[in-house]
């Protein structure tokens, strides 16, 4: 079996391929950290968020020293005075405040007003519930310090009068989105987070226990944002040192996070801003695709209490389902053909999408969904685009290559064109048809001697010929080649309202063509033609068919090209076909009645006369044959040989006044017992 073949015959080829490559490429795209695959993995998470409700939890406020505050207390935008962090620790501590954090660095003492720090300790110290963050700083300037990590404690005072510290750092990623909580140090353990001391002071027992299965899982973490930016209560710096800034009671049991949501400051300067995973094309503002980083800590918080952080399903599972989907995608969609491909390549997308938003909202779990999406179904449907088109087109070719041997360019190119191709499957019809057998006079003496190549190519050329010049140009329908002969049909598949006027012209075509085996020696091509109904269609099984036409008429027409080695005629025709043409062609000739071979019934047949036959060339001795061929069939044999003989003088090669001669002169001599041709079998050629 030919490439070719393989390919467009194996309904297996193009989904396992498929399937190999939908399950590299998303097994490519989970394990890579090329940037395009890691912005797959985060916009999975990011895109989670878009389609779930949005909520605001009511256990943290937000204090901010927005640009508001900056311009009534601090102008020059330079270090706060601590003075100020004493009066909102005051007022948050006569409001009830549960604790407050301050997303602050004090990382000295102030150098021009001593008395400051000290006022800020006793407000620290107050208050009792005080968290305050610290710097963590990973490696140094000697090759010692470089896998080192160390934790740059507040200003001492402040420290020993806090509650608690915990550094402030987070593990962001490149696009300054913060996904993963971070509540330990990478080299030291014992370096704890801000928000980790915070959800410890504030009673989060679950988390105590360093053996419990929680406490594991919390590490590796992910942060569940409840809304895009300044989505949790807020409130900004200034009103709460207002005595009429706040209403009574805002803070009761709250925790307090105090840090910086500066938008007007210098653009050139880093902000504690991080990227929101709500940013995206539809906020029209740069600035909204940010949210402070007091807010993420606060965000981070709530999950710790709340226990509603965010999971990623494990990574052998997702390696798993990865698998099995670019399986599962590559063998579906690939034996779909692409109409079907596309659509069904978005109802998965869409379906994969409906999933993991599921997982997300009811269990909190994600994966990389957007690989499947973006990546495998996208894969899946290409390829299946692709390598059926091409399995298509290949089919096509060689069903094109297939109709070439069967019928005229016209034809082919209206079979190709249809939709449906029910005229390849298995099963046949009964139809009108005109049949048009042919073979070579002679081909055994013609072809004697021959190499066998030689013979082979001659054959080729000689069916090269006939088809192209005679069969093919009347639109007819080669069914086969049968040794010397030529089986060809017209009015299927394709109806003809004319077609037994096709045949005859057809046939009139092939026998102008002249054609010789050895030089100066033509051959002649012997035709019969008739007009019946067939069984036309194909015949064979689901993987291999034939197609064909059967049933006595066909035979008939073998027939009746047979009868023109008795009659020394090149082309005849039944009466049947002789009725339909009816008087288009004037060449034609009646020769009588003849039983055939095998058949009762006697069949009138026609003679198709080229037009430089003698008889043509004087219509009188048409005329006379007539009368000569009446006399034969009144029994007037002595007289039909009169006029016979009269005709023989004029035309002596006419096959027909030949056959008639001698039958007339065997019953007036005894040798025929029958007086009527109808009556007389004529054999096989």
């Known amino acids: 079996m030919s490439v070719s073949d393989s390919f467009q015959r194996?309904?297996?080829?193009?989904?396992?391929?498929?399937?190999?490559?939908?399950?590299?490429?998303?097994?490519?795209?989970?394990?890579?950290?090329i940037p395009i695959t890691q912005t797959l993995h985060r916009?999975?998470?990011?895109?989670?968020?878009?389609?779930?409700?949005?909520?605001?939890?009511?256990?943290?406020?937000?204090?901010?020293?927005?640009?508001?505050?900056?311009?009534?207390?601090n102008p020059s935008y330079d270090r706060w005075d601590r003075r100020l962090h004493a009066r909102l620790l005051d007022r948050l501590t006569e409001e009830g405040a549960k604790a407050v954090v301050f997303d602050v660095i004090f990382s000295g003492a102030t150098t021009d007003d001593p008395d400051a720090d000290n006022v800020f300790e006793q407000a620290i110290e107050r208050n009792g519930n005080v968290i305050l963050g610290a710097d963590l700083q990973v490696g140094g300037y000697s090759a010692a310090m470089k896998h080192s990590e160390s934790l740059m404690l507040p200003y001492e005072p402040f420290e020993f009068a806090a509650a608690s510290t915990g550094f402030v750092q987070f593990d962001e990623d490149a696009d300054f989105l913060v996904r993963k909580h971070r509540h330990q140090g990478q080299i030291n353990p014992q370096n704890t987070s801000m928000t980790w001391e915070t959800a410890l002071w504030t009673g989060a027992s679950h988390l105590e226990d360093e053996s419990s299965p929680i406490f594991k899982e919390v590490q590796e973490a992910w942060v569940n944002y409840y809304g895009p930016p300044l989505t949790l209560p807020k409130i900004s710096y200034h009103q709460v040192i207002q005595a009429d800034g706040v209403a009574k009671g805002f803070f009761k049991d709250k925790i307090v996070f105090v840090g910086a949501n500066i938008r007007t400051l210098n653009v050139n300067k880093r902000k504690d801003e991080f990227r929101s995973p709500y940013a995206d094309f539809l906020y029209v503002k740069q600035v909204d695709q940010f949210m402070p980083g007091v807010e993420v800590h606060a965000t981070i918080l709530l999950n710790l209490i709340r226990g509603d952080w965010l999971r990623r399903v494990p990574l052998g599972t997702q390696g798993i389902v990865l698998a099995l989907t670019g399986l599962f995608?590559?063998?579906?969609?690939?034996?779909?053909?692409?109409?079907?491909?596309?659509?069904?390549?978005?109802?998965?997308?869409?379906?994969?999408?409906?999933?993991?938003?599921?997982?997300?909202?009811?269990?909190?779990?994600?994966?990389?969904?957007?690989?499947?999406?973006?990546?495998?179904i996208p894969a899946a449907m290409l390829w299946s685009v692709t390598f059926n088109a091409a399995r298509l087109y290949v089919q096509r070719q060689l069903l094109r290559q297939s109709l070439n041997l069967y019928l005229s360019p016209r034809l082919v190119k209206a079979f190709l064109g249809r939709k449906d191709r029910d005229f390849l499957k298995p099963g046949a019809e009964k139809q009108e048809v005109t049949i048009l057998f042919s073979d070579i006079a002679g081909f055994t003496a013609a072809t004697e001697g021959m190499d066998s190549d030689e013979l082979a190519r001659s054959m080729n050329e000689y069916f090269q010929r006939m088809v192209e010049n005679g069969v093919h140009p009347q639109d007819g329908t080669v069914i086969k080649f049968i040794g010397d002969s030529i089986f060809a049909l017209w009015n299927a598949p394709e109806s003809q309202h004319d077609h037994a006027l096709r045949a005859c012209k057809a046939a009139i075509a092939l026998d102008q063509q002249s054609f010789a085996f050895r030089e100066g020696d033509p051959v002649r091509t012997r035709i019969g033609i008739h007009t019946g109904i067939a069984n036309v269609g194909n015949f064979g099984s689901d993987n291999r068919v034939d197609?064909?036409?059967?049933?006595?008429?066909?035979?008939?027409?073998?027939?009746?090209?047979?009868?023109?080695?008795?009659?020394?005629?090149?082309?005849?025709?039944?009466?049947?076909?002789?009725?339909?043409?009816?008087?288009?062609?004037?060449?034609?000739?009646?020769?009588?009645?003849?039983?055939?071979?095998?058949?009762?019934?006697?069949?009138g047949i026609s003679?198709?006369?080229p037009s430089e036959h003698p008889l043509?060339?004087?219509?009188?001795?048409?005329?006379?044959?007539?009368?000569?061929?009446?006399?034969?069939?009144?029994?007037?044999?002595?007289?039909?040989?009169?006029?016979?003989?009269?005709?023989?003088?004029?035309?002596?090669?006419?096959?027909?006044?030949?056959?008639?001669?001698?039958?007339?002169?065997?019953?007036?001599?005894?040798?025929?017992?029958?007086?009527?041709?109808?009556?007389?079998?004529?054999?096989?050629?």
């Open 10 to 33: 194996s309904t297996w080829l193009g989904p396992i391929i498929g399937a190999t490559l939908t399950v590299v490429l998303g097994l490519f795209c989970f394990d890579s950290q």
């Open 43 to 73: 916009k999975s998470y990011d895109l989670s968020f878009h389609l779930r409700q949005r909520t605001v939890p009511k256990e943290v406020v937000l204090v901010y020293m927005d640009d508001a505050s900056y311009e009534e207390f």
């Open 329 to 376: 995608l590559g063998i579906g969609i690939g034996r779909m053909r692409p109409l079907t491909a596309v659509p069904v390549s978005l109802l998965l997308a869409a379906l994969v999408m409906g999933i993991s938003q599921w997982l997300f909202q009811q269990h909190r779990y994600w994966f990389p969904w957007l690989i499947i999406v973006a990546v495998q």
């Open 547 to 603: 197609y064909t036409a059967i049933g006595e008429n066909i035979n008939l027409a073998s027939r009746i090209e047979g009868l023109n080695k008795y009659l020394r005629t090149n082309i005849l025709i039944s009466a049947e076909t002789r009725k339909l043409i009816g008087d288009v062609l004037k060449n034609v000739r009646y020769l009588g009645k003849f039983r055939l071979s095998g058949f009762e019934k006697s069949v």
């Open 607 to 609: 003679e198709l006369m």
């Open 616 to 685: 043509l060339k004087t219509p009188e001795l048409l005329d006379q044959f007539e009368a000569a061929r009446l006399c034969h069939d009144l029994g007037n044999m002595e007289e039909a040989v009169k006029k016979f003989q009269t005709i023989q003088a004029a035309a002596p090669e006419d096959g027909p006044t030949l056959f008639y001669t001698k039958r007339c002169q065997s019953i007036l001599h005894g040798a025929l017992e029958t007086t009527t041709p109808d009556r007389i079998i004529i054999g096989e050629k």
